[in-house]
Nanobody
Framework: QLVESGGGLVQAGGSLRLSCAAS????????MGWFRQAPGKERESVAA????????YYTDSVKGRFTISRDNAKILVFLQMTSLKSVDTAVYYC???????????????????????WGQGTQVTVSS
């Protein structure tokens, strides 16, 4: 129901734009998030956005480099990644939150348990 695309191999300092498309149902009224998991590491939150796009959230390590956005008309969520570093290498997943972020404790957007639907992931590899 969620399908990520746009991953690939890029040199350090480069950019990629990930896309997350919904199929089979609409997620236009869902808050959405991006997560990533590097080999041997736990999954971590990257960014999130409310259904309206009015609020966005970022983990500290990507602030100023990544931008999350959405196009509800096209049922897409994007993650624009710039100034990529080797530490950004991971499989990136998009997910739809089970409840609105503002109905949960602040910071819950960071928790995987807050999301009910996940994509299959797209690999991002940053070479140094």
């Amino acid at each position: 129901q969620l399908v990520e695309s746009g991953g690939g191999l890029v040199q350090a300092g480069g950019s990629l734009r990930l896309s997350c498309a919904a199929s089979g149902r609409t997620f236009s009224n869902y808050d959405m998030g991006w997560f990533r998991q590097a080999p041997g590491k736990e999954r971590e939150s990257v960014a999130a956005i409310t259904w309206s796009g009015g609020a966005t959230y970022y983990t500290d390590s990507v602030k100023g480099r990544f931008t999350i956005s959405r196009d509800n008309a096209k049922i897409l969520v994007f993650l624009q990644m710039t100034s990529l570093k080797s530490v950004d290498t991971a499989v990136y997943y998009c997910a739809a939150a089970g409840m609105p972020f503002d109905s949960m404790l602040y910071g819950t957007w960071r928790q995987g348990a807050a999301y009910g639907v996940w994509g299959q992931g797209t690999q991002v590899t940053v070479s140094s």
